[in-house]
């Protein structure tokens, strides 16, 4: 009980911390979703306008180059229609060796009334700031004439509903010179920035304030809620899953502790003499209610915990002690379930060697069998602990063979004496599933190598008398009998040495 308090407590302690950081990190929320919405409201603008500031400078060049600069009625005609068939002129006006002519004719069209002090000076052209937002472009093409040109207003493209231009402010950059755009009169305390690359080296560098990524946070509240009803369903998923996982593991602990992880046995018959030469030894889960659970409810969760060494450890231990009550031929042997990762541990297979020298003087027979479904990590490390264990008399068996990664490449590099044919092959005797090509390559494969060989899983006379016409005696399968508990299997040994 205090377990499951604490991991609900830790977990509420993440959301707690992850709120945290959504605060924290709520101003760089904040400017980027006012980034993303001002990158693509520049890129709309941009496309719209065929691009107002990048192309500025060349209409101007263009324009220059077909007057005559007179002032005559021609520069006059060619100045209007420029000026109404362009997206970004609003104003044009000549001066050239003291006349002056404009879009309105003869009449000047730019006031005076602007800052020249500011401005970005680039070669022949300067630029300055102009009512409303709009920029003016002073060309001096010779030393007596100059070109003025007014843009049309930058407003569209920086008034947003959600935040008023007091909070923004926009630069236009060009050779390290700076031309505020919009006239905000407001503080600008905290400013976080982000730059625009316009072409023609122009950049555009945009500014919002602590007030305005204030009013981005309050207008898009909703992001922040989702953010962190993010955060707390993974708290909770994290705490359940924890649960689910610390519970199971637990349950298999407190399984272990009680001793109810408990061996039963298969018998493994040789049909041509009909002799009891083995056993595979199968796991049963029996809960202290008296419910025995089979092997695949529970293993790979055992496997998954790594409590599947203790288990492999407490039935080796049950097995030697159940053995001593019976006597068995010599040449018995009663064959452990072991996983790749286990036969890849040295220090774990020394501690069942100790096991089984404790209980040496009663001690049938032991093989290990390690199943082809799962893959080895490191087969060299197998080789030489597998080579340690063959020498100290334990036999390898090679379980579920054709099913799974090793196929004969595990057969010819590791120290193995028998293979067990897997069922699925074995069910295809007397039927025309392909597989029974692969039963006889396996058969064949087996006596060319001289490999013991299991037949797993027989469960009719058909599939005996066929193995048997294969030269395959040694069988297991439920035509002989099914696992079961030591008493059941005790009476069946001795029943054997009966006949
Ligand atoms: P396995 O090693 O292939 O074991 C053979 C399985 O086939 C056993 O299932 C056995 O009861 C079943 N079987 C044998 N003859 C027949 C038959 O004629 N017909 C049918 N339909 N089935 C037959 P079981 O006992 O449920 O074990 C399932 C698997 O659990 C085993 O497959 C093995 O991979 C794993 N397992 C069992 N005990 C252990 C253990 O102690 N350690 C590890 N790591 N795995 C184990
Ligand atoms: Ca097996
Ligand atoms: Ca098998």
């Keep these: 009980m205090i377990n499951v308090t604490t991991r609900w407590k830790k977990s509420g302690f993440y959301f707690v911390i992850s709120l945290f950081i959504i605060y924290l990190l709520s101003n760089l929320i904040a400017f980027q979703i006012f980034k993303y919405n001002a990158i693509e409201r520049i890129a709309t603008f941009q496309h719209l ?18 007057l005559s600069l007179t002032c005559d009625k021609r520069d006059i005609n060619i100045i209007r229609d420029f000026a109404s068939s362009s997206n970004n002129i609003r104003i044009i006006q000549l001066i050239t060796n003291h006349k002056l002519c404009s879009i309105y004719g003869k009449k000047p069209a730019v006031t005076d009334y602007y800052s020249k002090k500011k401005a970005i000076q680039s070669g022949k052209l300067s630029i300055h700031n102009y009512t409303n937002n709009q920029l003016i472009f002073n060309y001096q093409i010779n030393p007596k004439s100059k070109i003025s040109v007014v843009s049309e207003s930058i407003d569209p493209f920086y008034i947003n509903h959600m935040i008023s231009n007091e909070n923004i402010s926009i630069f236009i950059e060009c050779n390290n010179q700076k031309l505020k755009l919009s006239h905000n009169s407001g503080y600008i305390s905290k400013l976080y920035s982000f730059k625009y690359k316009l072409d023609n080296g122009y950049t555009l560098v945009i500014s919002i304030n602590e007030k305005g990524i204030n009013n981005i946070k309050k207008e898009y509240l909703y992001i922040f809620i989702l953010l962190g009803i993010i955060c707390f369903l993974l708290c909770l998923a994290f705490a359940l899953n924890h649960d689910k996982n610390k519970s199971i593991q637990q349950l298999i602990q407190q399984g272990l502790n009680k001793g109810e992880f408990i061996p039963y046995y298969q018998p493994i018959i040789n049909s041509k003499t009909q002799q009891l030469v083995g056993c595979e030894v199968l796991v049963r889960w029996k809960r202290c209610n008296g419910e025995i659970f089979p092997p695949y409810l529970f293993i790979k969760n055992v496997e998954n915990c790594h409590l599947i060494y203790p288990m ?71 080789k030489s602990v597998m080579t340690h264990l063959s020498d100290y008399g334990i036999k390898l068996k090679l379980d579920d063979a054709g099913t799974g990664f090793g196929g004969f490449s595990y057969l010819q590099t590791l120290p193995l004496d028998t293979i067990k044919i897997d069922k699925m092959f074995i069910d295809t005797i007397g039927t025309n599933d392909m597989k029974r090509d692969i039963l006889k390559a396996i058969i064949n494969f087996g006596h060319e190598t001289k490999l013991e060989m299991i037949a797993e899983g027989v469960e009719t006379q058909q599939q005996v008398d066929y193995l048997a016409k294969k030269n395959v005696h040694i069988i297991q399968g439920y035509l002989y009998a099914k696992p079961m508990p030591f008493c059941k299997f005790k009476q069946y040994i001795k029943q054997f040495s009966h006949n």
């Design 49 to 66: 306008n065929h691009g107002r500031y990048d192309k500025i400078s060349k209409d101007i060049e263009h324009l220059v180059s077909r």
């Design 312 to 382: 492999t450890k407490s039935i080796l231990q049950q097995v030697l002690a159940d053995f001593t009550q019976v006597q068995v031929d010599d040449n018995f042997c009663a064959s452990i379930n072991v996983t790749p990762q286990q036969l890849e541990n040295p220090q774990f297979m020394a501690e069942c060697i100790n096991i089984i020298e404790s209980q040496k003087t009663h001690c049938p027979n032991i093989a290990l069998e390690v199943t082809e479904r799962m893959k080895f990590t490191d087969i060299d490390k197998a």
